[in-house]
């Protein structure tokens, strides 16, 4: 088929279960034009210099055409991860602040022991049961009970923000040929019940003690001055949107892998000692966040010998790039004790992923004790249905059996 | 023998980073035959960066710095003993104690020591240090936990300004004397030479540049305090001297091998040039100790004291010592290093003062945050991050493609203005601190090393 | 264990600072120090560490054993 509907492809649901036939269609075209003019890119090397070149800007307004929905609107502007440096580098600094090194180094090691506290309680939910759904009891409620510690938002609100989370997630859905007005704007309404309902909880926190975010964004600026309350709503639904949206795939997308591959089960069940390196790996092979899609040159820019015009659309496919054989040996291969490993699964760059510590810990806490807690798990349905994003790509839903759990 | 040697005797005289390396490479690449490593230093292979940041911080233990190696070598170790000469015809190495090595391979990896203070007597007084040696650092760093009175530290290269941030890390007075413009203006040029002066400034640094110090005093054999070629007088009860460093080559003096106070020239395959220019096929050079052409340079030859070389060149030298000419390859790794003081993470890639202007291309010198970009005659050379070390690969494809100076003018976080300047990369002579990278090829207008013999 | 980082392929993401942050710690934003012998309780978050470098920076010796020649 035309190289030039490899987007609309990608996207079209029916193809998310395995997309990895069409990013290798992707990689034999090198860069593929679009019929809107749109460019993808799906090549290793091709997204490792893009990410770390200083004319592809991450901001919309930098596009020919801009998306009038990803600008934000009046009162709630675009986060970090759609603006460039200096501004990106500014509020993700004071996002960092609170979060880790260098000033806060130990938060996310300190929170280990509450992660696997709540994967325990989780698994020993499972016990009287033979079938569980893996995103809904155990992959969605794990990361989501760890954002909400992290940030400071009450566990019992999940079922509003989740709402509003959704219905961002949809906005941004980038099928071509649907009409996206409607579904834009409730987005955009969500995101502002989003911010300002975490605006409300940070007010809440002025002056007062708690070890969370939103309380230190609010209590504890730092020397180079704080978030105004608008730079605080949009960095903090980036957040609370991140940090429970994208963990919950890479928790479900492993258990799936290593469901598929009972030898690798196996293996990690006797030797736990692996769990990390058989993360980096799920992040290469099954990447929760399978594409970069706001990117555009600052100029035109000559990407493995085609120009990619100023302003124009510019996908990063990540995922393709984790397969890609000229970068990685046997490329499809799920090997968790696999060394050579640098992979996209955070991106790279300036703006690689925020969360990523917190992300590897709480998915290395979830699968050791889902691999060493379940007896004989099967999974139920092969491929499961997905979720309709072709973004953020997992299952909606993963139903496995076993025999019983263990203590 | 034949010339894919996967058996017979490799000798490794110099026992650091680049000889442990290319020990490594050569077991990679399937040499199974006897391997003997020399080392004038009495430790294993261990790692010098850490010895002038965490070590002078006590934060490390000077002898915790040894270096994991990445496979077993099945090496036999001289440690503690010097070589004195190579026998290039009878192809043995001479050592110290006349034991002679024979070998049908030769790695010369000896490196570079602490260029010392030029009037012994002053160098001897207690309180004056060189830091170049795990043994050093030991020394200076218990000197630090004393708590001195006042640091003086001669020359703002990468070593004193990085000793300088240690000193107030741990709130230690500080003066350092530098002869010329600025600190790290040898390796970096004069915009980034300024940065480095109002940075250390900030950090309560006493910082006297375009001045020289002219004696060390001492009383009862101690150190009391130096004199500045200005007339000034500094009390101070530790000096540390850090002018660069000198080529380990003396004892190749009688081997016929070009050797000097530059380095011991070689081929881009690491193999050792004779006094003739002609190549030898038996012995090979890596690290500090080498001096080697390379394109991006005009072929011009590049001494280099950047632990990256040192890896690299090692690796390269150990592929070609076992094997046969057309499966060698040619060291063109674009020089980088990095250097962290005062806070900041200094990073570069290219050589800088192979340049003769140079550009703000990301970032500010106000924010701390920054590129910048170094061009020769319209193409770009090198490119130094603050802080700012994500882009750096962007730049290092636009050297290796020898893309034109100054580069777009598209990229985020762009400076409102940004106008190429000269470099002002000053003549070496005129700096205190011996220049890091030395470029020793054909330009007779500029003498990029110096050939001052210590007295 | 012994620990060496390649500081030239180091950028910075301070995966290591925040995984094994009693070894590993950042100076300023960017630049790394680390502790190049790492005490033997801290084992396996320097493992962790390690494979979590989004640059394959961090080069780690398990034990200094025998095999030290």
């Known amino acids: 088929m035309a190289a030039d509907t490899l987007y609309r492809r990608i996207t079209d649901h029916a193809n998310r279960a395995d997309p990895y036939p069409l990013y290798a269609e992707l990689r034999e075209h090198g860069v593929a034009r679009q019929e809107d003019g749109t460019y993808l890119v799906g090549t290793y090397h091709e997204i490792a210099e893009l990410l770390h070149d200083p004319r592809i800007s991450s901001d919309q307004r930098n596009r020919t055409n801009p998306d009038e929905f990803a600008l934000g609107r009046e009162g709630m502007p675009v986060s970090f991860i759609g603006l460039d440096d200096p501004e990106h580098d500014r509020l993700r600094r004071i996002a960092m602040r609170p979060f880790g090194p260098p000033h806060t180094p130990g938060r996310v090691d300190a929170l280990t022991g509450e992660i696997a506290k709540v994967a325990e309680q989780l698994i020993d939910s499972f016990r009287d049961r033979d079938r569980i759904d893996l995103v809904d009891d155990f992959a969605y409620p794990l990361p989501v009970t760890v954002i909400c510690r992290v940030l400071g938002v009450p566990r019992e609100d999940e079922p509003r923000f989740h709402a509003w989370s959704q219905t961002i997630i949809d906005s941004f859905d980038p099928t071509p040929g649907t009409d996206p007005t409607e579904r834009r704007r409730a987005g955009l309404d969500a995101r502002s019940a989003m911010g300002e309902y975490l605006g409300d909880l940070a007010d809440h926190r002025r002056g007062r003690q708690s070890d969370d975010l939103l309380t230190a964004f609010v209590n504890d600026p730092g020397p180079e001055g704080g978030f105004t309350r608008e730079e605080l709503m949009t960095t903090s639904v980036l957040l609370l949107i991140a940090g429970h949206e994208t963990t919950v795939n890479l928790i479900t997308n492993g258990m799936l892998t290593l469901l598929r591959h009972p030898e690798a089960l196996d293996l990690l069940r006797r030797e736990p000692a692996l769990m990390p390196r058989a993360v980096e790996e799920l992040l290469r092979y099954e990447p929760p966040v399978q594409l970069l899609p706001q990117r555009s040159p600052l100029t035109d820019v000559e990407v493995a010998g085609v120009t990619v015009p100023k302003g124009s659309p510019l996908i990063l496919v990540l995922a393709s790039g984790n397969r890609d054989p000229q970068r990685f040996h046997d490329p499809d291969r799920f090997d968790p004790t696999r060394q050579d490993n640098q992979h996209f699964g955070f991106g790279s760059g300036v703006h690689s992923c925020f969360g990523a510590p917190l992300a590897r810990v709480e998915a290395q806490i979830a699968l050791t004790e889902l691999v060493r807690r379940l007896d004989a798990p099967r999974v139920v349905e092969d491929p499961p249905p997905y979720r309709r994003s072709p973004i953020l790509r997992g299952p909606r839903h993963l139903l496995v059996e076993y025999g019983g759990t263990r203590p | 023998m034949s010339a894919d040697l996967k058996n017979g005797r490799i000798v490794v005289v110099g026992a650091s980073l680049a000889g442990l390396r290319a020990a490594e490479k050569l077991r990679d690449e399937g040499f199974t035959g006897s391997l003997t490593m020399v080392g004038e230093e009495s430790q294993l292979p261990y790692d010098r960066p850490p010895l002038s940041k965490q070590v002078l911080l006590g934060r490390v233990r000077a002898e915790d710095t040894g270096l994991p190696r990445r496979r077993e070598v099945g090496a036999q170790w001289k440690l503690g003993i010097r070589a004195t000469g190579v026998d290039p015809i009878g192809k043995h190495l001479v050592l110290a104690d006349g034991e002679q090595l024979p070998y049908d391979r030769l790695l010369i990896a000896t490196g570079t020591r602490a260029r010392p203070w030029p009037n012994p007597g002053e160098g001897a007084l207690d309180g004056v240090f060189t830091l170049r040696t795990s043994d050093d650092a030991a020394r200076l760093a218990e000197r630090f936990d004393a708590g001195p009175r006042r640091v003086l530290v001669i020359g703002a290269g990468f070593t004193g300004s990085e000793i300088a941030s240690a000193c107030r890390e741990r709130g230690?007075?500080?003066?350092?004397?530098?002869?010329?413009?600025?600190?790290?203006?040898?390796?970096?040029?004069?915009?980034?030479?300024?940065?480095?002066?109002?940075?250390?400034?900030?950090?309560?640094?006493?910082?006297?540049?375009?001045?020289?110090?002219?004696?060390?005093?001492?009383?009862?054999?101690?150190?009391?305090?130096?004199e500045l070629s200005d007339g000034s007088r500094i009390e101070a009860d530790v000096a540390v001297v850090a002018l660069g460093a000198m080529r380990n080559t003396e004892w190749l003096a009688a081997s016929g091998l070009a050797a000097g106070p530059r380095g011991l020239a070689c081929d881009a395959g690491c193999r050792a040039f004779d006094m003739y220019g002609i190549v030898t096929d038996d012995v090979f050079v890596a690290g500090d100790v080498a001096r080697f052409p390379h394109p991006l340079f005009e072929y011009q030859m590049l001494s280099l004291e950047h632990w990256g070389n040192a890896v690299e060149q090692a690796e390269v030298a150990a592929h070609n010592m076992v094997n046969p000419g057309p499966l060698r390859r040619p060291h063109l790794a674009v020089p980088a290093f990095w250097s962290s003081q005062f806070g900041l993470n200094i990073k570069s890639v290219g050589v800088p003062t192979f340049s003769d202007q140079v550009v703000i291309a990301q970032g500010s010198l106000e924010e701390r945050r920054l590129v910048a970009v170094y061009g020769y005659r319209g193409r770009i050379t090198a490119a130094v991050s603050v802080n700012r070390a994500k882009w750096l690969e962007h730049y290092q494809r636009l050297i290796e493609t020898a893309a034109p100076f100054p580069p777009e003018p598209a990229a985020v976080d762009q400076p409102a203005s940004s106008t190429p300047v000269p470099s002002d990369v000053p003549d070496p002579k005129l700096l205190s601190h011996g220049p890091t990278v030395a470029l020793t090829g054909h330009q007779p207008d500029r003498r990029l090393t110096l050939m001052r013999w210590s007295g | 264990m012994k620990i060496v980082v390649d500081l030239n392929r180091c950028q910075g993401y301070a995966q290591c600072a925040f995984l094994a942050p009693q070894v590993f710690e950042m100076h300023g934003e960017e630049a790394l120090r680390y502790t190049p012998l790492a005490p033997e309780d801290q084992s396996e978050r320097v493992r962790r560490a390690a494979a979590a470098c989004p640059v394959q920076a961090i080069l780690v010796e398990e034990e200094a054993g025998p095999g030290v020649r």
Do not use: K, S, W
């Open chain 2, 172 to 226: 230690l007075e500080v003066t350092v004397a530098e002869r010329g413009p600025a600190p790290l203006v040898g390796a970096l040029g004069g915009a980034l030479g300024a940065l480095a002066a109002r940075l250390q400034l900030a950090h309560g640094v006493d910082l006297r540049c375009g001045v020289t110090v002219t004696a060390l005093n001492g009383r009862n054999g101690r150190l009391t305090g130096a």
